[in-house]
């Protein structure tokens, strides 16, 4: 099993930026692909970013490409999301989640489905 629990979530202005972390604890995740996921209300969870488990291949939605980084630290199990130029439509909660199976190197999935561990969430929101 793994635990994931996010944080850095919070309040704040269009434009403004936030860094999100998910601290991963149990079995070890450092050769899990993992992401970040979003959900709004009234909507479905989507996808937002990934990053292999060697941290050398990322991949974002186009809503957040050029604004928003993901990162890893295998060393402390913790991965990152640096959200800049934040806008009202990013609120959301936000989401982590690791992808337990086995995947080539530099290999990186962006369905809900393929994602085997999440956490609680940690939420998002950006006033206009």
């Known amino acids: 099993q793994v635990q994931l629990v996010e944080s850095g979530g919070g309040l704040v202005q269009n434009g403004d930026s936030l860094r999100l972390s998910c601290a991963t604890s149990?079995?070890?995740?450092?050769?899990?692909?993992m992401g970040w996921f979003r959900q709004a209300p009234g909507k479905e969870r989507e996808f937002v970013a990934a990053?292999?488990?060697?941290?050398?291949?990322?991949y974002y939605a186009d809503s957040v490409k050029g604004r928003f980084t993901i990162s890893r630290d295998n060393a402390k199990n913790t991965m990152y999301l640096q959200m800049n130029s934040l806008k009202p439509e990013d609120t959301a909660v936000y989401y982590c989640?690791?992808?337990?199976?086995?995947?080539?190197?530099?290999?990186?999935?962006?369905?809900?489905?393929?994602?085997?561990?999440w956490g609680q969430g940690t939420q998002v929101t950006v006033s206009s």
């Open positions: 990053i292999s488990w060697t941290g050398s291949t990322t």
């Open positions: 149990g079995r070890t995740s450092r050769n899990y692909a």
């Open positions: 989640a690791a992808d337990a199976d086995w995947l080539p190197a530099g290999t990186v999935r962006t369905s809900r489905s393929s994602y085997d561990y």
